[in-house]
């Protein structure tokens, strides 16, 4: 079966704008979660959604948000870039926490 | 908090060596536990898991057992080869929790 897809694989944006990634998990998984990959503070997670309901937000600002939609596809956004936001922005499905996430190959963000 | 310790990298070994990462974990409840690898340019692959103490994971040659006691899950594998040259991560996810919590991760490169 197919697995997680995101769109772009990379992406070069400028200070101050902003940016939307997506991200498709495997046929029948309802939770997706996010995650940001950095040098500095390794993997770190921003948020999952569930059935369209955000469940759990990490501690990142507000310039970082996400939403889900019916069909489980799910999109975040980031606004106001900054330099510190370029990393790898990972999304993986599940169909139960304690079974384990499947990731999708990122997004590479790079912030001019 | 909950948290993941790996141990230090970079970690070089030769063909056929034996390796051992290892984890330590901290967590308010009862934890599952996860190692993941990630090659270059890709995402994360779910490498093993295990569920509840005392369980062994294993796939590819690589195995880990949940020690509840030491709170550890140390990777090993009896006998490397150049193609797992690769960054290794260690993870714990709590029930009810919906994220996953990852050590700074362990880069692994096996020459021949």
């Known amino acids: 079966k197919a697995g997680v897809t995101q769109t772009p694989r990379y992406l070069i944006k400028t200070r101050g704008q902003q940016v939307t990634l997506s991200c498709s998990p495997i046929?029948?998984?309802?939770?997706v979660s996010w995650y940001q990959q950095t040098p500095g503070q390794g993997l770190q997670f921003l948020f999952e959604?569930?059935?369209?309901?955000?469940?759990n937000k990490g501690n990142f600002p507000g310039r970082f948000s996400g939403r889900q939609f019916s069909n489980s596809r799910s999109e975040m956004n980031v606004s106001t870039l900054e330099l510190g936001d370029s990393a790898l922005y990972l999304c993986a499905s599940s169909s139960g926490s304690l079974d384990g996430y499947t990731f999708g190959s990122g997004t590479r963000l790079t912030v001019v | 908090g909950n948290s993941v310790t790996q141990m230090e990298g970079p970690v070089t070994l030769s063909e056929e060596a034996f390796l051992t990462i290892n984890c330590t974990y901290t967590a308010t409840g009862y934890p599952s536990l996860f190692w993941y690898v990630q090659y270059p340019g890709e995402g994360l692959q779910l490498l093993l898991k295990?569920?509840?103490?005392?369980d062994k994971g294993s796939n590819k040659g690589f195995e880990a057992t949940y020690r509840k006691e030491t709170t550890s899950f140390h990777l090993e594998k009896g006998s490397v080869q150049v193609s797992d040259s690769a960054v290794y991560f260690c993870a714990l996810s709590l029930q009810g929790a919906q994220k996953l919590v990852f050590g700074q991760g362990t880069r692994l490169t096996i020459n021949p």
């Open positions: 046929s029948g998984h309802r939770s």
């Open positions: 959604y569930f059935s369209e309901t955000q469940r």
């Open positions: 295990a569920t509840k103490a005392d």
